[in-house]
Antibody, heavy 118, light 112 residues
């Protein structure tokens, strides 16, 4: 069974950093891209960023709202993807989800809540 | 950025009756590889989203066959042949043809 589990969320002050993890199981992690999404309280879904598989050089894409502040990486040996979030803003408050991506965003995790507040 | 526009934003439905949601994109979603990366997701209250339909009309594993997707280019539709109680929640269309990937506003399906 494909499973993705996000962790690392919590309460953080504006301007600080946080790193989220996405632990995957049930599939050959290295063969797939991984994408991160978020959902602010009571709001719709927003794409955050994407990392391609090693075959495609693990290149990344980001939403304009996080570009330059957030970095996605992966460790295929551990089947884990990361979302490094720097210079956090109050508007980054959201539940963050990771998904396996093979042409579509399947297998969403349960999400991890990030709250950015003074 | 590609703007995704869903209609209606709210859909009160009667159990056992059909329902339909439209999604229009501001530009063609045909990728240079020939595929169209238009997905439909369902989010029940308090739960994570789950994929229902990908590449316009392909049902994802576990999605009931009462769900179907259709369309091409910029106009897409999700249909539920007979709404069941478990189908309530918010439905989103999403395009992953062009970066940044974008979502529709969401359509809330509720039972009358």
């Amino acid at each position: 069974e494909v499973q993705l589990v996000e962790s690392g969320g919590g309460l953080v002050q504006p301007g600080r950093s946080l790193r989220l993890s996405c632990a995957a199981s049930g599939f050959t992690f290295g063969d797939f891209a991984v994408s991160w999404f978020r959902q602010a309280p009571g709001k719709g879904l927003e794409w955050v960023g994407f990392i391609r598989a090693k075959f495609y050089s693990e290149t990344t894409e980001y939403a304009a709202s996080v570009k330059g502040r957030f970095t996605i990486s992966r460790d295929d040996s551990k089947s884990v993807a990361y979302l490094q979030m720097n210079s956090l803003k109050t508007e980054d408050t959201a539940v963050y989800y990771c998904t396996k991506y093979g042409g579509m965003p399947d297998s969403w995790g349960q999400g991890t809540l990030v709250t950015v507040s003074p | 950025d590609v703007v995704m526009t869903q209609t209606p934003l709210s859909s009160p439905v009667t159990l056992g009756q059909p329902a339909s949601i439209s999604c229009m994109s501001s530009q063609s979603l045909v990728h240079r590889d020939g595929d169209t990366y238009l997905s439909w997701l369902h989010q029940r209250p308090g739960q994570s989203p789950r994929l229902l339909i990908y590449k316009i009309s392909n049902r994802f594993s576990g999605a009931p066959d009462r769900f179907s997707g259709s369309g091409a280019g910029t106009d897409f539709t999700l249909k539920i042949s007979r709404v069941e109680a478990e189908d309530v929640g918010i439905y989103y269309c999403m395009q992953s043809t062009h970066f940044p990937w974008t979502f529709g506003q969401g359509t809330t399906v509720e039972v009358k």
